[in-house]
């Protein structure tokens, strides 16, 4: 090993000043390129990606965020509409409805179906559904129906509202919608 840095010296020795600089230059060159390739390049690669991280981490904090004032928004309606469902109520819909169109001036004769639809899976809260059809009715007299279901003491939803005229004044309408309710079980 001290042979070779003999050797070195010598042949420093014998370069000029200008030679030496030039020497010194060259090998900082190269030091600066070694350290470039091997230490900064893996850092600035590592540094872009925690950059693209960050931005995703940002993004997924958003999201969340959203989610839990959506999670919060839900609780609130279910809290409000938990006490308007009866626990292990089985409320016989059919009949309901029936009275409350009765209630609304409808007639037996304008009720063209009160049709039973199958249930919903739901454990928690079963849902009943029902599929009415009126025809004949007035605007009036459906108005006042469907304020009686929206704000009757059972929680019920209408889910599907489908009107078309009849009549040569079209000032019957011919209507069907169907209404779901719920139980707590």
Not at 47 to 64: C, F, G, K, P
Not at 109 to 126: C, F, G, H, L, M
């Amino acid at each position: 090993m001290t042979e070779w840095l003999e050797r070195l010296r010598s042949l420093i020795q014998q370069r000029s000043v200008r030679e030496r600089w030039m020497a010194v230059l060259g090998l900082g060159i190269v030091a600066f390129l070694a350290v470039q390739s091997l230490w900064l390049q893996p850092l600035q690669a590592r540094s872009a990606q925690v950059a693209q991280e960050i931005d995703t981490h940002r993004t997924q904090i958003l999201t969340a965020t959203r989610l839990v004032s959506d999670v919060r928004r839900l609780q609130g309606e279910l809290a409000r509409i938990e006490p308007l469902i009866t626990p292990g109520a089985k409320t016989n819909l059919l009949t309901l409805l029936e009275s409350l169109a009765e209630e609304a001036g409808l007639g037996p004769e304008q009720i063209d179906s009160v049709t039973p639809k199958p249930p919903s899976s739901n454990d928690r809260y079963p849902e009943t559904r029902v599929e009415v059809r009126l025809k004949g009715t007035t605007l009036r007299q459906l108005v006042l129906l469907l304020h009686k279901i929206e704000t009757g003491r059972l929680y019920l939803i209408v889910r599907s509202l489908r009107i078309t005229t009849r009549g040569k004044e079209q000032q019957e309408l011919d209507v069907s919608f169907s209404v779901s309710s719920f139980e707590r079980a």
